[in-house]
């Protein structure tokens, strides 16, 4: 997922902390941009992994310069610069210092050079972060979608090369891990492609050979599979797929636990699995799963995690609070796109589904011409309200969006705060998320079945 936008719920503003000794600053560098640019970030993982990442806004000076400087764990970082839809690479070492210009043509498109120390490694980084850019191979607007062919010829030219610029790292040890990156990353792309053909098509993943060849070559316990998420996809073949998610899935879920004390003897890749099976869990499948079970094991099974355990302690305590039957646990403030306010309580008095998306989320993005049927399925009917909630922080991104696919049905975004304790209050990691409210305020599903469900209507109809 691009930007890891659900850790981008979470975003806070650029720190910029004075460098300490004689170090340097990580970062000098310059924008130069006519048009508007919506987002500017630095984003790094703290454990190689997608959910350790870290994202900073930075700031510009006037004149567009602006420097990043922190405290990292390791003395050197690939790192990745956001700007709007562009994805960079930079490499950056404590005690030296990178330089980058980038610059926006007329068109609005971005290019990035770079300057200071270590120019080759940051070359190859933006090189290795361009062409593996998930976005690459995966569109929401399913009118620009190639098919699963063409995103693979497009994968494998990438690859190719990106592997003849692997020529300007002279420094052996370097180009061997960069080499291995690659190599990592071209192999998670490939199995990326293949799931969302899988999903599409309904085909299982292990009917396709070039899976299981794929799934085979990953050694779990090698680091470099960390950032490169193989380590993840290991994780998921070893295992037949949930095809239920409205079933209870702790033994599933537990069960995966097993197969890491068992096989993951690395203590690194033990500690970021753990981390994925619990994310996982509270994400997708909890609301109908045997939280306590669950949490039962998993404390059981992390106990030598102690910060991973005080982690989800409070999505624990808020999933027991948004059981079937449970009293709201946070009614949020709605703006609607004129900007006008009302409060979710205002809706009440009609059995309320709500669509939680992003205009970034593919997933839910997906969902809305099932949705928009839905809508149309209940148009005039006065027992039943359909809304659509986003958590964009990019509020004319959502606006262009609305303006593009004009929904019949009633559109609102949250505010930042609001967005903040209503994730927390009702325990939303992921998205997309659908949740079900009874006429009288009280919940009904907090983890709603999606509009493409073929039980959906039955559902709404069997709660009216």
């Not at 994968?155 to 190599?183: F, G, T, V």
Request: glycine share 4%; charged share 25%.
């Amino acid at each position: 997922m691009k930007k890891m936008k659900y850790s981008k719920l979470l975003v806070c503003s650029l720190l910029l902390l004075s460098h300490q000794g004689v170090n340097a600053q990580l970062l000098k560098g310059v924008l130069k941009a006519p048009q508007k640019v919506e987002t500017l970030q630095i984003a790094y993982s703290l454990n190689g992994d997608v959910l350790s990442n870290v994202y900073r806004d930075i700031t510009c000076e006037a004149d567009g310069s602006f420097t990043f400087d922190t405290q990292l764990p390791k003395p050197n970082y690939d790192v990745s610069i956001y700007v709007n839809n562009d994805i960079f690479g930079v490499h950056l070492e404590t005690g030296k210092t990178a330089q980058v210009k980038i610059e926006q043509d007329k068109e609005g498109k971005f290019q990035i050079s770079f300057g200071g120390d270590n120019q080759n490694l940051s070359k190859f980084y933006n090189a290795y972060s361009r062409a593996f850019d998930i976005m690459k191979y995966f569109s929401i607007d399913p009118k620009e979608s190639k098919t699963t062919d063409e995103y693979i010829s497009l994968l494998e030219k990438e690859y190719a090369d990106l592997k003849k610029q692997l020529k300007i790292i002279k420094d052996d040890k370097q180009h061997e891990y960069y080499a291995k990156l690659s190599d990592g990353m071209y192999k998670w792309t490939y199995i990326r492609i293949l799931m969302d053909d899988s999903e599409n098509t309904g085909k299982k993943l292990k009917e396709y050979p070039e899976y299981n060849k794929l799934i085979a070559s990953i050694d779990p316990n090698d680091t470099i599979n960390i950032p490169t998420n193989l380590t993840i996809a290991w994780l998921s073949s070893q295992q037949e797929p949930i095809t239920d998610y409205t079933a209870d899935q702790s033994d599933y879920y537990l069960e995966s636990l097993n197969i890491i004390g068992k096989q993951i003897t690395n203590p690194d890749i033990r500690f970021v699995l753990t981390n994925s099976v619990a994310y996982n869990f509270f994400s997708f499948v909890a609301q109908n799963s045997d939280v306590n079970k669950f949490w039962t094991g998993f404390k059981e099974f992390a106990k030598d995690y102690p910060q991973l355990i005080t982690s989800y302690e409070p999505q624990v305590t808020a999933l027991l609070k948004t059981k079937k039957g449970s009293e709201i646990p946070y009614i949020p403030t709605l703006t609607r796109p004129d900007g006008t306010t009302c409060s979710l309580s205002d809706l009440f008095g009609k059995l309320i589904y709500i669509d939680v998306w992003a205009t970034w989320c593919g997933p839910c993005c997906k969902e809305i011409p099932s949705l928009a049927k839905l809508a149309a399925h209940y148009q005039g009917n006065d027992k039943v309200c359909i809304i659509s909630v986003s958590v964009d922080q990019n509020q004319k991104a959502w606006l262009k969006k609305l303006d593009t696919d004009k929904p019949a049905w009633p559109q609102y975004i949250l505010s930042q705060e609001e967005q903040n304790k209503f994730m927390q209050k009702w325990a939303i990691n992921g998205i997309p998320r659908f949740i079900l409210i009874s006429k009288d305020g009280k919940i009904l599903n907090a983890d709603a079945l999606r509009p493409s469900d073929e039980k959906i209507i039955e559902t709404i109809d069997s709660n009216l």
